[in-house]
């Protein structure tokens, strides 16, 4: 299942910054994911269901080349994930071995899903770059997953950056890394987000023409008034 379009493109002009305000506000303190870091400078908002993968520690049994050839792998589960999804890896934080590389990044590529958001790395680097696949991760290392790391599972709920991830919560990812929005609140937090914009580019302006913080930023009733006289003299659309 896809985002609707109409909530894709509002979640597409609005800051994950923005979003964990709003998440906050709702309780939900735990929604960034950490060391989910652009790949590549300049990679652009990407909004998606996400679609979870796990890793968990290497046992020298079950970690070997040998079982990339397995029914359960990183390349059976590639070849389940639907065009627009965002692949969301618990590598566990390991950072000294690459999940993917360049070909099953390729492969991703191929199959039109939208991006990679992992709390590992990858390998490969510029074989990994030159697919074009949008990656948000940890760095890069040289030796295979299988050096630290044994695939299990993919679509079942997952811990990635220190997060509770479920396959088809929705996944927002930008220049600050990747946050995450439970499927039942999504309706509750675009419309919340959306407000939560205006406000602040209207304190913005309020700012660039010298006004204080204090009393600003939030806002206190009078200002709020002042706010919400503008939005009413200037409404959405």
């Given at each position: 299942m896809s985002?609707?379009?109409?909530i894709?493109?509002?979640?597409?002009?609005?800051?994950?910054?923005?979003?964990?305000?709003?998440?906050?506000?709702?309780?939900?303190?735990?929604?960034?994911?950490?060391?989910t870091?652009?790949?590549r400078e300049?990679?652009?908002?990407?909004?998606?269901?996400?679609?979870?993968?796990?890793?968990?520690?290497?046992?020298?049994?079950?970690?070997?080349?040998?079982?990339?050839?397995?029914?359960?792998?990183?390349?059976?589960?590639?070849?389940?994930?639907?065009?627009?999804?965002?692949?969301?890896?618990?590598?566990?934080?390991?950072?000294?071995?690459?999940?993917?590389?360049?070909?099953?990044?390729?492969?991703?590529?191929?199959?039109g899903?939208a991006?990679?958001?992992t709390?590992?790395?990858?390998?490969?680097?510029a074989?990994?770059?030159?697919?074009?696949?949008?990656?948000?991760?940890?760095?890069?290392?040289?030796?295979?997953?299988?050096?630290?790391?044994t695939?299990?599972?993919?679509?079942?709920?997952?811990?990635?950056?220190?997060?509770?991830?479920?396959?088809?919560?929705?996944?927002v990812?930008?220049?600050?890394?990747?946050?995450?929005?439970p499927?039942?609140?999504l309706?509750?937090?675009?419309?919340?987000?959306?407000e939560q914009?205006?406000?602040?580019?209207?304190?913005?302006r309020?700012?660039?023409?010298?006004?204080?913080?204090?009393?600003?930023?939030?806002?206190?009733?009078?200002?709020?008034?002042?706010?919400?006289?503008?939005?009413?003299?200037?409404?959405?659309?």
């Open positions: 985002v609707d379009p109409k894709a493109a509002i979640l597409s002009g609005i800051s994950t910054a923005t979003l964990t305000t709003v998440l906050l506000k709702k309780g939900l303190r735990n929604v960034w994911m950490r060391n870091r652009p790949l300049g990679q652009k908002r990407l909004v998606g269901r996400a679609f979870t993968l796990r890793f968990v520690p290497a046992r020298e049994d079950l970690a070997t080349p040998e079982s990339w050839a397995s029914p359960i792998s990183t390349r059976a589960a590639i070849e389940a994930m639907p065009e627009g999804c965002i692949a969301v890896v618990d590598a566990m934080g390991v950072t000294d071995a690459g999940i993917f590389g360049d070909i099953l990044c390729a492969r991703m590529a191929k199959r899903v991006g990679l958001v709390d590992g790395v990858v390998r490969d680097l074989g990994v770059l030159g697919t074009g696949l949008p990656v948000w991760c940890a760095g890069a290392a040289a030796p295979p997953s299988v050096a630290g790391l695939f299990v599972a993919w679509q079942q709920p997952i811990a990635c950056g220190g997060v509770a991830v479920f396959p088809d919560d929705v996944v990812v930008d220049q600050d890394g990747a946050v995450l929005i499927q039942a609140l309706e509750a937090v675009v419309s919340a987000s959306v914009e205006r406000l602040e580019s209207w304190i913005m309020e700012v660039d023409g010298g006004a204080a913080l204090p009393g600003l930023y939030p806002p206190n009733a009078e200002n709020k008034a002042r706010y919400e006289a503008w939005a009413a003299a200037n409404p959405v659309g």
